[in-house]
């Protein structure tokens, strides 16, 4: 199981490791589109992110916030 501390360094790592492994056929539409999005800076959503990712893996997000009052 991998861990990371945000959804874009999930993503990056999904697009190192796993996208270049996916058949040529699979990577047209919308997982060649994320790729340049993300590469190229064209502004891509965390939750498009997490749908990519979803489809390859169970994706378990957890957020933290702590408060102490003064």
Known sequence: ???????????EWWLK???PAIPAETK?????NAWRDYT???GISQ???KEILA?????HEKTII?????
Request: hydrophobic content about 35%; cysteine-free; aromatic content about 20%.
């Open 66 to 70: 702590s408060f102490k009052l003064k």
């Open 40 to 42: 190229f800076k064209k």
């Open 1 to 11: 199981m991998q861990t990371f501390s945000s959804v874009e360094e999930a993503f």
């Open 28 to 32: 047209e539409g919308r997982y060649r």
């Open 17 to 19: 490791n796993i996208y």
């Open 47 to 49: 939750k498009r992110m």
């Open 55 to 59: 489809d390859f893996g169970d994706v």
